[in-house]
């Protein structure tokens, strides 16, 4: 309930701020488009919806029955952190589980670590900046992924790559945006 309130006030949130977007792609450089925009802007853009987000909920809890008590927590993965809410549901299933997010703004990442402290969530690491898959390449295992971040063929293609690599049997990763472009329809064929 606490999630949704602050998702609630996300969405009327005047506060201006600087961003980078590396996730539409659409730097001149590679280096991610610079722009300013308002919170609740990014948060009628990015924040999923209430039921996508409860069911990434549920689906944490099951995975953590199978896998808690060998494991001692899941280690989640998120790769578009934006505004933190879908964070707080897939960290807030049990304090034991890990989750390792990247975002690539600076100023996105701070509301996001506003809003965890608001609901009191200390298992998040955040990670700013582009999403390197030699970051990526150091997790020791991933039971869970959420992948929202650069939304091109050559970066969908390289994150699925690099997580192939850490997953296991028991382990879930879930693409959004599959319908976003022709590139992310082609990436995740």
């Known amino acids: 309930k606490e999630i949704e309130q602050l998702r609630e006030r996300m969405l009327v949130d005047e506060r201006v701020l600087e961003v980078v977007d590396y996730g539409s792609g659409k730097g001149q450089d590679g280096s991610g488009a610079n722009q300013t925009k308002k919170v609740k802007e990014i948060a009628k853009r990015s924040l999923a ?3 996508y987000a409860q069911m990434l909920f549920r689906l944490v809890n099951w995975l953590g029955h199978q896998l808690r ?14 505004l933190g809410i879908t964070t707080a549901y897939l960290a807030g ?9 990247y975002e690539g703004s600076s ?4 509301v ?3 809003n965890w402290k608001a609901l009191g969530l ?12 030699e970051d990526l390449a150091k997790l020791d295992r991933v039971d869970v992924a959420f992948v929202d971040a650069n939304h ?6 390289k994150y699925f790559d690099v997580l ?3 997953v296991h049997e028991k382990s879930v990763v879930v693409m959004d945006d599959i319908h976003h472009s022709e590139e992310m329809e082609r990436a995740c064929i």
């Open 49 to 51: 919806r209430k039921k």
């Open 122 to 133: 200390s298992n998040i690491a955040c990670i700013e900046g582009e999403i390197k898959v």
């Open 112 to 114: 996001a670590r506003q």
């Open 93 to 101: 299933v049990d304090k034991n589980d890990r989750v390792c997010t």
């Open 107 to 110: 100023a996105i990442a701070e």
């Open 164 to 166: 192939a690599q850490k």
């Open 152 to 157: 091109t063929y050559e970066a969908s293609l």
């Open 69 to 82: 008590e060998e494991a001692g927590g899941l280690c989640i993965v998120e790769l578009g952190t934006s």
